[in-house]
């Protein structure tokens, strides 16, 4: 049984960081690809980024690039999404899931619950 636990999240101003971390139990986590997604009220969940297996390639959405960083520790079956220069727009439930590096939810097979992510002007 795969699962995915994500952590981190919590209240910030405008222009302060957030790491988020996402263990993963279950499967042989360094043979999958990870993804970040996110989902604001009212609207469709959004790529953030994404990393291959061995953590050697990452994908990032423009509306994140240059500010957010996905990593990952295979030892610790962990990935990590640290965020900086947050921005209120960037608030949000954000999801890690596995399977894929693709841009779109459907490409991927499981999913955490979530962590909400809360930016403040």
């Known amino acids: 049984q795969v699962q995915l636990v994500e952590s981190g999240g919590g209240l910030v101003q405008a222009g302060n960081s957030l790491r988020l971390s996402c263990v993963g139990s279950?499967?042989?986590?360094?043979?999958?690809?990870m993804g970040w997604f996110r989902q604001a009220p009212g609207k469709e969940r959004a790529f953030v980024a994404a990393?291959?297996?061995?953590?050697?390639?990452?994908y990032y959405a423009d509306s994140v690039k240059g500010r957010f960083t996905i990593s990952r520790d295979n030892a610790k079956n962990t990935v990590y999404l640290q965020m900086n220069s947050l921005k209120p727009e960037d608030t949000a439930i954000y999801y890690c899931?596995?399977?894929?590096?693709?841009?779109?939810?459907?490409?991927?097979?499981?999913w955490g619950q979530g962590t909400q992510v809360t930016v403040s002007s």
């Open positions: 990393i291959t297996g061995s953590g050697g390639t990452t």
């Open positions: 279950g499967r042989t986590f360094s043979r999958y690809a």
């Open positions: 899931a596995t399977g894929s590096t693709l841009p779109t939810p459907r490409a991927y097979d499981y």
